[in-house]
């Protein structure tokens, strides 16, 4: 096997970690794409016989990309995602596509993730989702590994302040979910009401689509969300099939066959917490060709 080759087999056998962390990064499956690039590009430069850990070596250059890509994004806020790219799986997908969708974190997460400044998004990506110590994540953000683990602790404290717990079985997810669609499909406004939690926020990312000029980007409380719903909404009501969305129950929108919008559910306690609708063209090519 010659040199070549044998970066080529360990790349690709540490490739589905490297897109999971640069995604839990970034938001976006184009922009993890790009830094899992530029990593392959530097290994092949490199000389990796003598690292000793290709996944830990590997995981730090994504790591550091994703944060060089983080801190350009501050300097460029037009350019900074008002949701995240979604990844989706719908009946006809296979498994490498199920395994990749299953293996992601919700949208609402990532909506979260990305109030983070990006030292702390990193610190707490790297050691609560991917267990990682702070003495190694340390060198990345330039910081001790003590201040490191405050970087973490402050970026816990503001996700959990996002109650209450999501519900994670996926066959509770799928008949509120079900139940939304129904009364969305049916025009029923009290039964909206009944699967909607009254703290619920519904937001819309449109992209550059002159509806995005006529329309709100968040929709707050029960009745609000209900009103937009039975609308704005059930005209895409009408077009959608059930699609897992970044590991839980959600929905595609897709008229003549064709993607035309994704929607992540939040489901807590038996109600619809959180609805992320995302129609933006751009992002849906993207995430579909993934």
């Not at 994703?66 to 350019?79: G, N, S, V, Y």
């Not at 296979?94 to 395994?99: F, I, L, N, T, V």
Request: hydrophobic fraction near 45%.
């Amino acid at each position: 096997m010659t040199e070549r080759d044998w970066q080529t087999e360990e790349f690709e056998r540490h490739k589905p970690h490297l897109r999971a962390v640069a995604y839990r990064m970034l938001g976006s499956m184009s922009d993890a794409d790009d830094v899992l690039q530029e990593t392959w590009l530097r290994l092949s430069r490199s000389d990796a016989d003598s690292v000793e850990n290709m996944r830990g070596w590997l995981t730090t250059i994504v790591a550091r990309l994703a944060l060089d890509e983080l801190r350009a994004r501050q300097t460029r806020p037009e350019d900074r995602p008002s949701l995240p790219e979604p990844i989706f799986t719908i009946d006809d997908d296979g498994p490498e596509r199920e395994a990749l969708v299953a293996d992601s974190v919700g949208l609402a997460l990532l909506v979260v993730l990305d109030t983070l400044t990006p030292p702390e998004r990193l610190a707490f990506v790297l050691h609560d989702m991917f267990a990682l110590p702070f003495e190694e994540i340390a060198p990345i953000v330039g910081r001790t590994p003590v201040a490191t683990r405050q970087l973490a602790s402050r970026a816990r404290r503001r996700i959990q302040r996002t109650p209450p717990e999501p519900e994670v079985d996926p066959a509770e997810q799928r008949v509120v979910v079900d139940a939304f669609l129904t009364a969305a499909r049916e025009g029923d406004f009290d039964a909206l009401l009944e699967v909607l939690d009254p703290e619920v926020v519904f937001r819309i990312d449109r992209g550059a689509h002159p509806a995005a000029e006529r329309e709100p980007a968040v929709v707050r409380g029960a009745e609000q969300v209900a009103g937009y719903a039975l609308t704005r909404g059930r005209g895409f009501a009408r077009y959608c099939r059930p699609a897992i969305v970044n590991g839980s129950a959600g929905l595609v929108v897709m008229p003549a066959h064709r993607v035309v919008g994704v929607i992540g559910f939040t489901v807590a306690n038996g109600r619809v917490l959180e609805v992320d609708l995302v129609a933006d063209p751009e992002k849906i090519r993207a995430t579909a060709s993934t």
